[in-house]
């Protein structure tokens, strides 16, 4: 294989995942979006296990390696997205991450090793400082996006007893000195391997890079966990760009580029609709605040419940209706119900709308991507900036399993989400509320939305819940 068409292959995979993101940008062209991606990755893919093939003199030793190696990563892939629930996506998603900053830090230490076997050098010369520079780079990002997406991965979860897998944040006193100091101690060793190609020094950097990852993972609370997974996919797609550049593979670069900028791009957004510094969420000296004032038990404060007939009394005789989901929703995979219901009131004359919050779930776009598979019609799905000035006018606004995007304690000074945009649910004429219990939310704090007199609490499972008002509604 020339490189001239491998050259060109790979340019064509890089069009691909070009087209692949600017799909991805809206609901109606996703699909198209995702096809491009797997046509480019397939390209890049075979394109590079032949060449790798070829580099290797066509030896069918090498093959088998470089099939078995695809045959089991497709596998586990193929597997994993096949089980995997929509409730547990993003705890996916930050594990894929974890995988490509461990791929990152494993390729470095071989082409430190070897680098002769990359065509870095030939055999017996030293590594160029240019190239080491890169592999230091590369892995030392991969190394904390691997530590860092495996805390990510436990908070998410929520399911282990570990102290740095809860979704508290973990704080201690000179943290962000001892941050500073690791970040410092990370980047001079790195500097001494450019130096001298010293592998005491190489491995110390990749030993702390691990160390910093979870350092700067851990202060972070669950309220920002969306932000994290935005985050910790740009750092991957920086580590896969340093790697490439060692190894003088355009696709790797190009690829890499193009995760990292739309990670830091989406980082940026998610940190505008959560009020967070972007420079403190790089850093990872963000987040916590909320968990830790508002870590005591909560007053317990009478509120107004109903039944699912009363909401459905309230949704069938309204003319406007807003629905707002949240992570309760996904949990209870209630998406189809609720597009049924919606579906229902429509026949009925009523105006059905959703509106979404950047940062609703546990990862970005969670709720759209639960929406899209229940079929709800994407002309009624509405960002935040584009709903918020309709609720004033709205009949009903019916909240399932959302809490800290509704909360209007970010409108108060002194609150430890003020300043956060929110939906404006609260300017409804009548509000619906369905949770399984009056437990705050994922940033730990009470919402004064459940006490106005405008608010009635209908507690249960949501699935069941709309059902029973699916039922109801006349």
């Known amino acids: 294989m020339s490189m001239n068409l491998v050259t060109l292959l790979y340019l064509v995979a890089s069009v691909c995942f070009i087209q692949a993101l ?52 497709g596998a586990a892939g193929a597997l994993m997205a096949k089980r995997v629930e929509m ?20 390729i470095a230490i071989a082409a430190v090793a070897e680098p002769w076997a990359f065509q870095i050098v030939t055999k017996g010369l030293p590594i160029p400082a240019g190239n080491r520079l890169e592999l230091f780079l590369g892995a030392a990002i991969g190394a904390i996006t691997f530590s860092g997406s495996v805390i990510a991965f436990g908070k998410l979860s929520g399911k282990y007893k570990f102290r740095l897998f809860q979704g508290a944040p973990v704080q201690f006193s000179g943290q962000h000195l001892l941050n500073l100091v690791l970040g410092l101690a990370t980047v001079g060793l790195g500097l ?20 910093l990852g979870v350092l700067i993972i851990i202060p972070i609370g669950g309220a920002d966990m969306p932000v994290v997974v935005s985050m910790l996919n740009s750092y991957s797609g920086w580590a896969a760009a340093g790697i490439g550049f060692s ?10 580029s193009l995760v990292g900028s739309s990670g830091a791009i989406l980082s940026y957004i998610m940190c505008k609709a959560m009020n967070r510094s972007f420079f403190n969420v790089i850093l990872g000296g963000f ?20 039944s699912a007939d009363d909401a459905a009394y309230m949704l069938g005789n309204a003319e406007t209706v807003i629905i707002v989901p949240g992570y309760g929703l996904a949990v209870a995979r209630a998406q189809h119900a609720v597009n049924e219901l919606a579906e229902k009131l429509t026949h009925k004359g009523v105006t059905v709308k959703y509106a979404i919050h950047p940062v609703a779930g546990r990862m970005p776009g969670h709720m759209n991507v639960l929406l899209a598979e229940a079929e709800v019609p994407y ?14 006018q709205a009949d009903v606004a019916i909240i399932l399993g959302a809490n800290d995007v509704v909360n209007p304690a ?15 649910a609260y300017k409804a004429k009548t509000v619906i509320v369905n949770k399984r ?24 499972d949501a699935k069941k819940v709309v059902e029973d008002m699916l039922k109801a509604v006349e």
């Open 247 to 256: 190894l003088n593979n355009s696709m790797l670069i190009i690829a890499g």
């Open 437 to 460: 219990s009056m437990a705050a939310g994922y940033a730990g704090l009470d919402n004064e939305l459940f006490y106005m007199d405008k608010t009635m609490m209908v507690f249960g």
């Open 87 to 106: 409730t547990k996506m993003p705890e996916l998603v930050a594990f894929m991450h974890s995988m490509i900053g461990l791929a990152a830090v494993f």
């Open 287 to 306: 987040g916590g605040e909320a968990s830790a004032a508002a870590g005591g038990a909560q007053e317990q404060r009478p509120v107004k419940s109903g």
């Open 22 to 73: 600017k799909g991805l940008s809206h609901p109606t062209t996703s699909i198209r979006g995702n096809l491009f991606g797997m046509v480019g990755m397939a390209i890049a893919v075979l394109t590079t296990a032949a060449l790798i093939v070829e580099l290797a003199g066509g030896k069918a030793q090498g093959m088998v390696y470089v099939l078995g190696g695809l045959l089991a990563g």
């Open 410 to 424: 970010a409108l108060q000074k002194g609150s430890p989400i003020y300043g956060m945009p929110i939906l404006e």
């Open 192 to 211: 001494v391997f450019v130096a001298t190609e010293s592998w005491t020094a190489f491995f110390a950097m990749l030993a702390l890079s691990f160390v």
């Open 379 to 392: 002309d009624q799905v509405f960002e935040m900036e584009d709903i918020n000035g309709e609720f004033a």
